[in-house]
């Protein structure tokens, strides 16, 4: 049975900090391109970043230099670094597994940043 279970979302103010893991189960994680996808009310859901098989990591223009993508093989899990958060990177985060016929997504966590 596939899983992706996504875990740390929570409410976080303005320029704090907070990361979010994505454990996996039941996928052949060490040939799988690994994503944080996150969703805001009434917009579509967009891709954060993502890392390759070989590491080569990717991010969207508004999070370049504030987010980091880290995955752990052993562990079969990836985790997103996310620094000086803004009130737009409020959303619900969710992980995703990429292979070349099919993917998987997470159930998502909410992230809330609010003064």
């Known amino acids: 049975q596939v899983q992706l279970v996504e875990s740390g979302g929570t409410l976080v103010q303005p320029g704090g900090s907070l990361e979010l893991s994505c454990a996996t189960s039941?996928?052949?994680?060490?040939?799988?391109?690994m994503g944080w996808y996150r969703q805001a009310p009434g917009k579509q859901r967009e891709l954060v970043a993502s890392?390759?098989?070989?590491?080569?990591?990717n991010y969207a223009d508004s999070v370049k230099g504030r987010f980091t993508i880290s995955r752990d093989n052993a562990k079969k899990t990836v985790n997103l670094q996310m620094n000086n958060l803004r009130p737009e990177d409020t959303a619900v985060y969710y992980c995703?597994?990429?292979?070349?016929?099919?993917?998987?997504w997470g159930q998502g966590t909410q992230v809330t940043v609010s003064s």
């Open positions: 039941g996928i052949l994680f060490g040939i799988g391109t």
């Open positions: 995703n597994a990429r292979f070349t016929t099919r993917e998987y």
């Open positions: 890392i390759t098989t070989r590491f080569s990591t």
